[in-house]
């Protein structure tokens, strides 16, 4: 167990991610204003059979700002391989304040055939994918916002815009089918109506782009060539459950109706050697490492920006940040493993559930979970409660 020194009186200094394990912004083509862009918490590679695979919405903005408005597209994909899950699509960032929420995600191949055929997709391009996802992002009168008035794009840490949408697609295909199928999700680049991305001056009947020119689609797919990415070293590993009074043998008679869930991060050997150098370099450089937390109940769309504030020394509402002391690394080639537990939850709270953002601070740099992570206490509870 390596026990890593902590130095909690010393103020942090506040480093973002260095470029080298973002996400790499690319400047857009000449007269474009607007680039889609899609991401994943998945790699290829962790695309299986039983696999959720949540895909994130993000803007690239020539000019931030530039104020946008209402927002229609088709998520592509291949249906042998995915099932979309349409009540987990969330609005976030910017359009958690703007969108309607009663607008709901529908499966739409009709819908997503007419936006490829209008596309400039090549016939190979579109045979990929057999259906579709309609996602639209509506004005809400009950929240102040009109299409004409539009709203702000925030940017985030890396030249895109902090992501807008998300939502899960399940992996119900067999390994053949993703053998032989498309584990791609896509948006298709249209000159329509079918699919709209508008902008607005504040004022006047709002412009859609893909009418008037100035759309970029190359990064819109979760596997895109155009969108490089690299992880982070700090990537999050499982969430587990203990039962409050169960016996080792598994024995539920005595359950005090309270349970304890446990997040768990890793770092492969081979990223703590390339980020940290070594035990005795990481000992020395890294002085805070931990989770950053909040609950489903309180915090239903949780911002990764926001998380790193507090992980950072910031504060704020209903997100905290819990530090740990100890890092454990079994033997040679094994992960590098860090965890927290969360305690004496009862099971009143057993269908709430806790987001969070894993981080280590090295030598003043932090390095997080590529993306949040969701512990679901309901899921955790029925998959291994045996009462």
């Known amino acids: 167990m390596l026990k890593m020194r902590k130095f909690l009186s010393v103020a942090l200094v506040v480093v973002m991610l260095l470029s080298t394990i973002a996400v790499s912004a690319f400047a857009l083509p000449e007269g474009v204003k607007v680039g889609l862009v899609l991401k994943t918490d998945k790699t290829k590679e962790e695309v299986v059979p039983g696999a959720k695979v949540t895909v994130y919405f993000h803007f690239e903005m020539a000019d931030y700002s530039q104020l946008m408005s209402d927002t229609k597209f088709a998520l592509q994909f291949d249906d042998t391989v995915y099932t979309p899950d349409l009540d987990s699509r969330t609005f976030l960032g910017d359009w958690a304040d703007y969108a309607k929420e009663s607008t709901t995600a529908k499966l739409a191949a009709a819908y997503g055939l007419a936006v490829k055929q209008a596309s400039t997709w090549s016939e190979e391009e579109q045979a990929k994918y057999n259906s579709a996802v309609m996602v639209t992002c509506g004005a809400d009168a009950a929240k102040g916002c009109t299409?004409?008035?539009g709203y702000n794009v925030t940017e985030g840490d890396d030249g895109l815009s902090v992501a807008e949408c998300s939502i899960d697609f399940d992996v119900?295909?067999?390994?053949?089918?993703?053998?032989?199928?498309n584990i791609n999700i896509a948006i298709a680049p249209v000159t329509d109506n079918?699919?709209?991305i508008k902008l607005t001056n504040g004022s006047s009947t709002p412009q859609n782009l893909n009418k008037h020119g100035g759309i970029?689609?190359?990064?819109?797919?979760i596997f895109s060539d155009a969108l490089v990415t690299t992880s982070s070293p700090v990537q999050y590993s499982k969430a587990q459950i203990r039962f409050h009074g169960v016996k080792a043998d598994g024995d539920f008679a005595n359950y005090q109706k309270q349970f304890d869930v446990r997040t768990v991060a890793k770092i492969s050997e081979?990223?703590?050697?390339?980020t940290f150098?070594?035990?005795?370099?990481?000992?020395?450089?890294?002085?805070?490492?931990g989770f950053v937390y909040a609950t489903t109940s309180n915090v239903p769309s949780f911002d990764v920006a926001t998380a790193k504030q507090v992980a950072e020394g910031g504060s704020a509402d209903n997100y905290v940040k819990k530090s740990v002391t100890?890092?454990?690394?079994?033997?040679?080639?094994?992960?590098?493993i860090f965890t927290c537990l969360i305690s004496d939850i009862p099971d009143a709270d057993k269908t709430d559930g806790v987001s969070c953002l894993g981080y280590v601070c090295f030598d003043g740099t932090y390095y997080y979970f590529d993306a949040a992570a969701k512990a679901d206490f309901n899921t955790l509870y029925t998959t291994y409660f045996q009462g």
């Not at 119900?172 to 199928?181: E, K, L, V």
């Not at 970029?216 to 797919?221: I, P």
């Not at 081979?270 to 390339?274: G, H, I, L």
Request: proline letters at 0%; charged letters at 25%.
């Open 147 to 149: 299409s004409k008035m």
């Open 172 to 181: 119900t295909g067999d390994a053949d089918a993703i053998a032989t199928g």
């Open 194 to 196: 079918n699919q709209y």
């Open 216 to 221: 970029d689609a190359s990064k819109a797919s």
């Open 270 to 274: 081979a990223d703590f050697n390339a």
């Open 277 to 289: 150098t070594d035990e005795a370099t990481a000992k020395e450089k890294i002085t805070d490492f």
């Open 326 to 336: 100890y890092m454990q690394h079994a033997s040679s080639g094994a992960d590098y």
